[in-house]
């Protein structure tokens, strides 16, 4: 991934959740790392959508892990933006 969008992905998740993905190991289950519940990250897939101006799949909302999450996302912004 691209480190100036990982850094952006980082300062969104930072920003709007509060939580900071250096402090997570991004091979294990996130919700058992951190308080995470479901509208916090739709907030979060929102706000990247905003941000990065991409369209996110809803399968996103099925990662475990911040490697897939950013994984994912890297998928999304790859892919054309449908008109």
Known sequence: MD???KKR???????DIGI???AV???KPIR????LDSMQFVSLI?????ELEV?????????KTLREF????EQALKEPTPS
Not at 9 to 15: A, F, K, P, R, T
Not at 32 to 35: A, I, L, R, T, Y
Request: glycine share 0%; proline share 5%; hydrophobic share 55%.
């Open 3 to 5: 480190a100036k969008v």
């Open 9 to 15: 992905i980082e300062d969104i998740i930072l920003s």
């Open 20 to 22: 900071d993905p250096a």
């Open 25 to 27: 190991d991004a091979d």
């Open 32 to 35: 058992e790392q951190v308080s």
């Open 46 to 50: 929102a706000k990247l959508e905003i």
């Open 55 to 63: 369209e996110l799949p809803i399968a996103i909302m099925q990662v």
């Open 70 to 73: 950013y994984s994912a996302v």
